[in-house]
């Protein structure tokens, strides 16, 4: 049995406008040790997916009409708000987006890490002191000692970022979901947070969502992918299969969009034309039709579900494989891409 498995969740937010679907049918699981990317545009339902987990969103306007969220075999939809008190950083940890806003100005940050692990673990003070200062010495923060007695504002952005990773592993949670977690954080110290929380994982045996608009992160650190799109999952798979041979247009548009460093000043980049549609008022037919570069009178008609393509690599679309590859392909010598 996965460690946690997400059934058919829906995520709707009851407005005066009408019902915002934030999350629509979202299917996946997660075994222990493994890393799972969810990418996407601005608003696919990535942080609502991850609140949904951890049943942060407010309730109302917030409303599961569908699906179950089973962690070690519980429904977490149907466990009362005590209960969910005892998993929340414990045993599903959450590194938010904003570490400049996540952590509390007026408490140490010690303070902090250490009421988490007061709170759920049955240990002394001193004791819970002593896991702290070695919880900051493993994410890389050079004198613990002293720094845990510092508040947020006397920390960098990078040193908040580590915090912040501290916290969320202070229990050793068995999961662990990363929302953006190297947002305003320049290249350097991206890629220390990033070899950070691998050999955490490693250490740890945690299995990490990992949450990001960043495909580099995803394919340097997941095993599976999951591709978002207006509240849906769009195509799911092994990285190094959704990355090298991408069968849904979206997936495809959104790795043509970014620059490559194999590749750099040599292949012209394709927009993605557009912007994604209102959750309330969605296009007939396929979600992303008016912005697909390969759409069909079809796809203003037929709304695709997952469908296996190839073996364990789903994707929603109409366009037979071979069909898709052959319009890949010619795009791709028209920017220069080398398959």
């Known amino acids: ?11 709707h937010f009851r407005t005066q406008d009408g019902v915002v679907k934030a999350v629509d049918g979202v299917t996946f699981s ?33 409303e599961h ?26 045993d599903i940890a959450m590194i938010f987006q904003d570490p400049m806003t996540s952590l509390n100005p007026v408490f140490t940050v010690g303070n902090q890490i250490r009421e988490a692990i007061r709170i759920h673990q049955n240990v002394s003070k001193d004791e819970a002191q002593k896991r702290t200062i070695q919880v900051l010495r493993d994410v890389g923060i050079a004198n613990p000692e002293q720094r845990v007695k510092e508040y947020p504002h006397q920390y960098s952005g990078g040193m908040r970022q580590r915090a912040m990773i501290a916290m969320g592993l202070a229990c050793n949670p068995k999961v662990l979901i990363a929302d953006e977690p190297t947002t305003a954080l320049d290249v350097t110290i991206q890629a220390q947070i990033l070899e950070l929380m691998v050999d955490l994982q490693e250490k740890y045996g945690t299995a990490i969502i990992m949450i990001t608009h960043a495909l580099g992160v995803i394919a340097q650190m997941a095993d599976e992918v999951m591709v978002m799109y ?10 190094e299969e959704v990355f090298y041979d991408p ?21 012209r980049l ?32 037929i709304d695709p579900s997952l469908e296996e393509k190839k073996p364990d690599h789903t994707a929603a679309c109409i366009l037979p494989v071979e069909e898709l590859e052959n319009r890949k392909r010619r795009v791709d010598e028209e920017l220069g891409v080398k398959r």
């Open 230 to 239: 207006a509240g849906r999952a769009v195509e799911q798979g092994l990285t």
């Open 30 to 62: 997660l075994e222990p040790g493994e890393t799972l990317g969810i990418v996407g545009e601005s608003g696919s339902g990535k942080s609502v997916t991850a609140l949904s987990i951890m049943q942060l969103n407010p309730k109302p306007p917030v």
């Open 270 to 301: 394709l927009p993605i034309e557009g912007t994604p549609p209102s959750l309330i008022f969605l296009p007939k037919g396929c979600n992303f039709n008016p912005r697909c570069p390969f759409v069909k009178g079809e796809c203003y008609e």
């Open 247 to 267: 069968l849904m247009p979206y997936s495809w548009s959104l790795l043509r969009s970014i620059p490559r460093l194999d590749t750099a000043g040599e292949v």
């Open 1 to 11: 049995m996965a460690m946690l498995e997400v059934n058919n969740l829906k995520t």
């Open 65 to 90: 009409p569908e699906g179950e969220i089973l962690f070690e075999g519980q429904d977490l939809l149907k466990t009362s708000e005590s209960r969910m008190q005892k998993v929340r950083g414990n």
